[in-house]
């Protein structure tokens, strides 16, 4: 028998219909922010809720679009990393400081024939998985204080499996969080390779 996987998608209420969409396609969990709380507070109760589950938990931000096939290949993609953080979106624009990196890893990802890459940090919180045995880790070292992805990529700690070929894109729509550093998001963010 497969192993279950369930989804819990995090919305901010201006954008509750996207997130009532997107929830009910992957017949998820939907936590939305009826407040400002930030996505910091939001990726921490779909942590936890997480922690609450029997199965392995993807969490999907409001603004992701699945790929065709997306449960299946996510699927595909946790049965073969069972204890590792997983991240099904890798962007351009957003961090900027780890565009050049991403850009090599890619190219020496082809090089090999390999159809993933790891970073040493979560760097979006598009669509996620962290492994069922770090969820109380994440939940116990969780950064209050940092932006939601990396307070549970540094939380869960290791490289991050990044597929070449992300599971989801991201709609590029204006930025609901509030940022502390004020800087306007800006950059293009959109998968750099999307699985077809």
Known sequence: ME????FVVVGHHSRRNQAEQLAWSL?????IDEGQHGANWNHR??????GEQSCRV???????????GFTDKVAYWLSRFPDDLLSFYLGTGRPP?????IASNLIDADKRQADYITINRLIHGVC?????SKLQQV?????HGAPADYAVGDACGGAVIYPCYSLVDHADATAVE??????????RRRAWRLHA
């Open 3 to 6: 192993a279950q996987i369930k």
């Open 27 to 31: 017949r998820a969990q939907l936590l």
């Open 45 to 50: 109760r779909a942590v936890e809720w997480a």
């Open 58 to 68: 993807v969490i999907v931000e409001d603004d992701a679009l699945p790929v065709p």
């Open 97 to 101: 400081q780890y565009q050049m990196e």
């Open 128 to 132: 996620y998985s962290v492994p069922q």
């Open 139 to 143: 939940i116990n070292r969780w950064n």
């Open 178 to 187: 509030r940022h502390p550093d004020n800087v306007p998001r800006t950059e």
